[in-house]
Each structure stands twice: as C-alpha cells, then as structure tokens.
C-alpha cells in the first residue's frame, strides 16, 4: 500500500499542550525532508496529537479505534507532490513507514502483506513470464516476484518516487526488490499506464494501492479494472489490495460487483492476518481472465522451497501452499454477501 | 477470557494533565459499582491517563503498542476480589467489558472467539454429551456450546461473580448461554475444581483464560494440563486459549511442549482473527486424550446449519467448516517452531 491517502490523524480528539511537543522520542535524524518541496515541520501532526512520544493511526476509514505505536526515534518526514512520507523507528515493530498517516509496513509484519499479495496470484497460474505491479514502490512486491524463476519482466508502476527513495534508503530489506535485473521502474499514474499497456501483455498484474478515499480511488473503479482485464493475457490473474471484512464489507461488496461484471474466469476474495493494518487483517481481490481456468484456491505453482530464491532472500517467512488455500476461506457473515455478488 | 490479568495501562508514557480529566465521554452511569467492595475512582486510570475520552489497551504482554477505542460512555465501573472490571459504550464496537485494562470482548467482534474456541473442539468429535468451560463468565462459551444439541451436561467453573453479573446486565445476547437448562454454574477456582472432578467424565473442555501472566499462570502450566488430561474421557477434547503468533511464540512453544508431553492423542495449534484482541489475532490449543483418534482439521460433527440452535441463538455468524480447517494452516515462521514441538 503505497499511494496517496487521506489522512486524519489530526482528527484526534484533544490536542496534546504546547508544552509537551518536545523530547528524545521526537528527535528527526532527516530534519530538512527529502526533497518533496514540501515545508518540513519539527513534528509530524499525527505524531503527537494523541500519545506523546507514540504514533497514533487514525482515520475516517477506521472511525472510533485508533492503533499506536511507540516511536524511539522519526528517521525521516518529507512532503512529496502526492503525499505526507515519515519514516520512524519504533520500539517493538522495527521501522515503520507512514503515508498520509497511514502505516505502509513495519518491519515485524511486512512479510505477511507482501509475501500474501505476490505469491496468491503467482502461485495459481503456471509458469508467469510477465508481471506488472502498480503502486508497490517500496518494493517489497518485487523482492516477492523475484523469486519465481519463470519470471522474464518485472514492470512497476509507482506515482510517488519518494517512496521509492526512501524505501531504498530506510528500508533495504524491503527495497531489495529492485536490484532484480528484470525490473523495470516506472514513475508515473498507474492508471494512465494501463490504458496504455498494449492488451493480453501480462500474466499477473499486482495492485499494491492505499486505501479507495483519495487519489487511490481509481483504482477501486471499473474503467480501472476494465484496463487490468484488456492488459491481462487469456487465463490471466490479477491481485488487488481489497481492504478488510471486519470494517469495509460495502466496500468489498462493491469491489467484487465490479470484478464479477469484468473478469470472466474467476473471482475470489481471499484474506491474511497483518497486525499493524487496520482491525489486523487485509484482504485481496484475485480475479482471471476469460481464457485457461483458474482455481485460485489450488496453487499449482508452488514457491515454497524454491532453493535459488532462498539463496537471493532468505525463506519465505509467512506463505506456504496450505495458508494460500486458507486464505479464501471467508468468516460466515462475509461469506454469504460475497458468495451473494461472486461465482 | 475472563479471569484475572495484570493490568499495565498505567504504564502509558505521560499522565493527561488534571484540567481535563472530565467530559461528557466520561460519565459514569453507574458511579457506585457493582459490589465488588473496592474503591470507586471517577475515572478507571486507563481511560484518562492516554487519549483523553479513549480507551486504550496498553501492556507488558505487548509492549510498545497500543489499541485505543472512542468511548461514549461508561456504563459500569467495579473492583472485585480478584480484578478491575469495566464496561463501556464505545463509539464503532458497541458494548466492550474490560478486566484489568485489558478488553474481554467487544459486541462487534466477540462472534469470532467465541464461535471458534466452542465449536473448533466441539465440531472435532462425535456427539458431545458433557462439557466444562473453565473461565469464560461473560456466558458466550455457553451460548456456543448450548448450539449442540447432543450435549446434555454444560458445567462451568468462573472464579468471578461480577464477570458474570456484568455480563448478564449489560451484554445479554453474550450472557443468554446461562438460560440454557443444561448449565451448572460453579463460583470457584477452575483449578481446584479440575484436580477434584471425576476421573474421564468430559468430552471436552474450554479453557476460556486471560493471558498468563497474573494469577491465570496456572492455566498455562502441566499440572493443569494433567488435571484436564485426567478429567476427560478416553478420546477426549480440550481447547485452551494459547495467545498470538505474532506477539506470544515463547509461550506459545512452551505450551506446546507441555501438551505434547501430556495429552496421547493429538496436539495442534488454529488461529483466528479477533480485531481488538492484541495483534489482531487469537491462537487455541487443541489436544486429545489417549483413545478414539481425534483429527482436529477434518470436523467431523457439523453445526453450521443446525436448525434448532438457530431458532434460540440466531444463526452463526464466524464458524463454518470450511474456517475451522483453514484455522489449522500456520504462517511458515510459526509452523516451523510448533511443528518441531508437536506431531
């Protein structure tokens, strides 16, 4: 989830006194920004409007519930043309990056998000040659796609070069995505990118986006998933970022409306456990093709044990064959409104 | 999970300044507790001492994080013999009851746990007859076990009568389990009453505990395990509640160890998604007695659609078959270290 957001931690109830807006915990280590043009400030709003000292995530996307973290040191803050980019250091979950005040990923649990999100729609097709993420610029979907050996071309379409700096610059693990050879990094909008893209070009196309209030809300729409499906191959799959049951079931409802109309192979809600994303799940939208079937349940592809992919990052930390197909086993109260919309 | 806790939420980091220690948010309907003889303050220090008319969620169980929820109102606050019991009208989760600074349930997401910490094990054997619930006073074990029609005897040991007097006053479609006339309620220590029941009169027990730290320690110890060993059946079935993967793997390990030396039949740990329980997620210990072979991942006695228990209970809204199978499919960090210590 990397594109612009709304942001609303200064949606915080009371404002926390004048007094208190100093200490260790607030120290920049990147006082003067990354270059965004934007005007730096000594502390971020989000930042000490609710817990001193702590990050507090709050957003109309989420009303009433708010998750903080504890912030030992903020390594970077800047202003980008698309969004508000800090980058801290907390005390329990490694570095954590945050746009518009929403977490991106943390250290601790970004395994689960990029590892799901790659590895459900790559391991279902055999054989991918040609992938294309759009949004992802901290480059942890690339790290994931790198590791199928089957894979020729790497396309990424990111807005924000901003966060592909600073993800390259706070975040090496992550970042290593891009040192693959067959990445090719463009910086531009997603969707003008697909209505370009010559049609039947990929076999997955992967969408890493923020949340659909703001710029992202594109890429929740239909003219956006009409575009996925002209430049998807027959038999192809596309994997999007689809928010969580537990808050967002009209969202997801009309996701899966919208996909059903388009994508004539098959449509899927799956979903994972990520601790620091909202109500601690996150869910995806996987879809195909008319063309080859494909059961996205049943991975045919697998990665598990793939031992080259070890060798360039380390093993897999949260997916294997047998939570891909638990994914899409959905709660009953989900389940029946999705079963209601989808095939 | 309703025993007692140590609670921690005045660990926060800074203390909110006197002058706004009251508003509207803060009223207290019941400003004179619920008999539990303790003192009464104006307000329970974890709400105030954070965000100013917000709960939140802060302790040495999970450090450096904290989950805060809008609170519109107060509805009871008490001390009894053994913790602080809260209950709150939030503002986006209904009702929530909070022991010790630590949130028990919430009306919104209280389906999950209590669905999957009844019917995992339940729905595991065969024609339940008799159950013991070890904690769980709010009552919504019971109203899951009381789903079964083939049961016929539902004990239950709760070491706290406010838990369970709070429960019936101000969560009734949780504390409707007591109507069932197949319960028992037994006011008293769960581990007492374990070392003096019957040698194999259960089918199964439930271990609806609080964290391990405090005075529930013992649940999560072998001479508990071998109680509950020795008081189920030939063939027999316990779930307990066994933490976060993501926040609590040494417990978990160490929980592991133990069940594996002491229950003959099968060891296994499933997972859930519980919103405001830390990191977001729930794990369960699932263990057989030696006897009739118990596979926990193929359910075996189906619920889902049981006529009669929708008519009293309202249908499921978490549980199906296909989410009780998929809660057995670990993260590949997590299956690595339990598979090392179970079968």
Chains 1, 2 share one sequence.
Not at 200 to 213: L, N
Not at 330 to 338: E, H
Request: charged content about 25%; proline content about 6%; hydrophobic content about 35%.
């Amino acid at each position: 989830m990397s594109s612009t957001q709304e942001a609303s931690a200064t949606d915080s109830p009371v404002k926390r006194p004048r007094e208190e807006e100093n200490g260790a915990a607030m120290e920049t280590e990147n006082g003067t920004g990354g270059g965004g043009g934007g005007e730096m400030i000594k502390e971020p709003s989000c930042m000490s409007s609710v817990i001193p000292g702590w990050f507090s995530e709050m957003s109309p996307m989420w009303p009433g519930e708010a998750h903080s973290l504890k912030v030992e040191k903020i390594l970077f803050q800047g202003k980008s043309d698309y969004q508000d980019v800090i980058v801290f250091q907390s005390a329990t979950y490694g570095k954590v990056l945050v746009l518009d005040g929403v977490i991106q990923l943390t250290e601790r649990d970004e395994c689960a998000y990029q590892e799901m999100i790659t590895h459900l729609p790559l391991c279902s097709i055999p054989n991918p040659k040609k992938v294309l993420v759009i949004g992802g610029g901290d480059g942890g979907v690339l790290r994931e796609v790198a590791r199928h050996s089957s894979v020729e071309q790497i396309d990424i379409c990111e807005i924000d070069k901003m966060v592909v700096d600073v993800s390259k610059q706070y975040f090496p693990k992550v970042a290593v995505g891009y040192k693959d050879p067959r990445v090719n990094l463009l910086i531009g909008d997603g969707v003008a990118f697909l209505k370009n893209a010559a049609e039947g070009t990929y076999d997955a196309v992967i969408v890493d986006s923020s949340d659909p209030i703001g710029p992202a809300k594109e890429l929740f729409e239909k003219p956006f998933f009409e575009s996925v499906n002209r430049a998807l191959r027959p038999g192809g799959v596309v994997c999007t970022q689809a928010e969580s049951l537990w808050l967002h079931m009209d969202i997801i409802e009309d996701i899966v409306s919208n996909c059903r109309e388009i994508f004539k192979g098959s449509v899927n809600y799956a979903w994972t456990s990520v601790p620091t994303y909202p109500s601690g799940v996150i869910g995806f939208m996987l879809c195909s093709t008319e063309g080859p079937q494909v059961d996205f349940k049943k991975p045919v592809n697998p990665i598990d044990a793939d031992e080259s992919s070890i060798k360039s990052f380390g093993p897999l930390k949260f997916y294997n064959a047998e939570i891909h197909s638990a994914a899409f086993c959905l709660p009953s109260f989900a389940k029946k409104v999705i079963d209601s919309k989808a095939n």
